[in-house]
């Protein structure tokens, strides 16, 4: 929403005000460009269950195959 978006603008203002390191949580490679470009100096792109499932999908892809 636009209300979340503008207080990840505002917050990543008042962190780099404040001369401190602004990172945030991407929900995907998208959403991690975009913060990127906005000014993030770190981005968590997925989380670990998130590729653990994904290589387990591929794997039995894989065997299936």
Do not use: N, P, W
Request: hydrophobic share 45%; with cysteine.
């Amino acid at each position: 929403s636009q209300t979340v978006k503008a207080a990840i603008q505002t917050s990543l203002a008042k962190i780099q005000l404040a001369g401190k390191i602004a990172g945030i949580y991407a929900v995907d490679a998208e959403q991690a460009r975009q913060y990127i470009d906005m000014g993030f100096c770190f981005v968590l792109a997925g989380q670990d269950t998130d590729y653990f499932s994904q290589a387990c999908r591929k794997m039995l892809e894989e065997i299936r195959a």
